[in-house]
């Protein structure tokens, strides 16, 4: 692992993140909580105009990655990262000035099929094999449960901490937590090159000490040194994956949970039910196609079937930012003093406040967790091939 340079001795430690999605706003708040002077690069006039505002906000650590045998270290990320969640909310309430609306109420996932039933037993030991907690659900127990499951269901259980929040919400409290903290924002300023050497000197002539990329789907600054030679950064480019996301009006006795089948996902949120999502590797274009929004709502209604009658609010396509091993980028580049917190595909959300903590542990202390090893984002070979797989077999 590169070194990295000294800090100046002439204050606090000044980080450029450039990305004001929920990774690069959380490792804002962690990099300001731990003293450093911060600002907040972002190309857009908005925040998190990437995969954040397209977010359904589950915070589904169990769900998404305790079946995959190998991401036992993901797995492990994402469990911390959802026990970290509670009290990352109440931060950001507190500093924010409202409600993220984070659910604690848990998810319910259904198989409809004997072979969903042998597939929802895979992830039920799954589960209790890397200690995330599970619960399986009798037929009287899902009814009590989750009244509006009107679909056949051959088995069913829970996933008590696997909650969600509404991230649009939760990026706008992020957001004026920042300000209220003293963060500057730079809006609008696309982040193409930067002069690297002691100190990194952004495109408007202002100088950091450090740098978070925090980009996304976006593309990576290109780095060169004080006489204009290239620095090489290592960092592979993101993999898109679109999702196709659609907004149905809350209804009457719509669900409580968010529920999982293993093909779709409803997310009950105050303004609106989501039902997620597709799931297309290699296409980044946000274009939306009417006959999988269909699919998707008749999928919902299948198993809830209030929502047959839901008017459709709107749709929507998301990027998801992935990387070759479907694992995020964390940690120091090739570039002694800029870091990656990158490509968390499916789980930013979920992976913010763990991310902010890992990223702020390098940047401020030079310290590498033993939960971040498996995240190095210079793990990858020039093709995008993981030499190592970044997580130990189960
Ligand atoms: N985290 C769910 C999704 O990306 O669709």
Request: one cysteine or more.
């Amino acid at each position: 692992m590169p070194a990295q340079p000294n800090m100046r001795n002439t204050g606090s430690l000044r980080v450029a993140v450039v990305g004001a999605g929920i990774i690069g706003l959380s490792a804002a708040l962690e990099l300001r909580a731990r003293g450093a002077d911060v600002a907040v690069y972002e190309s857009g006039t908005e925040l998190g105009a990437g995969a954040t505002v397209r977010a359904a906000g589950m915070l589904g650590a169990a769900f998404e990655w305790a079946i995959e045998a190998d991401q036992r270290a993901l797995a492990a990320l994402a469990r911390h990262a959802g026990m970290l969640w509670p009290d990352f909310a109440a931060r950001i309430e507190r500093a924010g000035g409202g409600s993220l609306e984070f659910s604690k109420e848990g998810a319910i996932v259904v198989a409809r099929s004997d072979a969903e039933t042998e597939w929802l037993e895979t992830l039920a030991a799954a589960c209790q094999a890397r200690e995330l907690p599970v619960r399986r659900l009798s037929a009287a127990e899902l009814k009590r449960e989750e009244p509006a499951l009107t679909g056949v269901v051959k088995a069913a259980l829970v996933l008590p901490e696997d909650r969600h929040v509404d991230a649009q919400i939760a990026l706008q409290r992020l957001g004026a937590a920042l300000s209220r903290a003293g963060v500057g924002f730079r809006f609008g300023r696309r982040v193409e090159r930067i002069v690297g050497g002691q100190v990194f000197q952004m495109p408007d002539g202002e100088r950091f000490d450090r740098v978070v990329l925090a980009t996304g789907m976006g593309s990576l600054p290109v780095f060169v040194g004080p006489r204009g030679a290239p620095l090489e950064h290592g960092l592979v480019e993101a993999v898109p994956v679109k999702g196709q996301m659609l907004a149905l009006a809350p209804v009457n006795g719509g669900p409580r949970h968010v529920i999982h089948t293993r093909d779709i996902y409803i997310v009950p949120k105050s303004r609106w039910v989501l039902v997620g999502a597709t799931s297309e590797r290699g296409r980044a274009d946000t274009s939306v196609d009417p006959a999988k929004i269909a699919a998707l709502k008749s999928r919902a209604a299948e198993m809830v079937g209030v929502l047959g009658s839901a008017p459709e609010v709107t749709a929507w396509a998301g990027i998801r930012p992935g990387t070759p091993d479907d694992a995020p980028m964390i940690g120091q580049t090739a570039i002694p003093g800029v870091f990656a917190a990158l490509g968390h595909y499916r789980n930013g959300v979920l992976l913010a406040p763990a991310t902010a903590e890992l990223v702020a542990d390098q940047v401020i202390d030079g310290k590498v967790s033993p939960l971040a090893a498996a995240f190095d984002p210079l793990r990858f070979d020039k093709q995008g091939e993981a030499p190592h797989s970044p997580s130990q077999k189960d």
